[in-house]
């Protein structure tokens, strides 16, 4: 993996845990234990900008959750 984004030509993956977390990895890496491949590929600037778009609440999931049900029960 490069330091200079201007020359990597690295092809990556982007990745969601079970809290909702986006995260990309080089393309050839095994996923961890608990991270699943969203679909999308290509470079560090394109599967960031993907992030950007889908993932706009920043909370975990169970916290989101949570709130929510505080929320309702209030």
Known sequence: ?????LEDKTIY???V???QQ???????????????DV???GTKAECLDYIKE???DMR????RQQMENSA???
């Open 1 to 5: 993996m490069s330091w200079n984004d």
């Open 13 to 15: 993956k982007v990745v």
């Open 17 to 19: 845990n079970h809290e």
């Open 22 to 36: 986006y995260s990309i990895w080089p393309s050839e890496r095994e996923n961890a234990l608990g991270w699943t």
């Open 39 to 41: 679909g999308k590929s």
């Open 54 to 56: 889908v993932w706009t």
């Open 60 to 63: 975990p999931l169970s916290l």
């Open 72 to 74: 309702q029960s209030n």
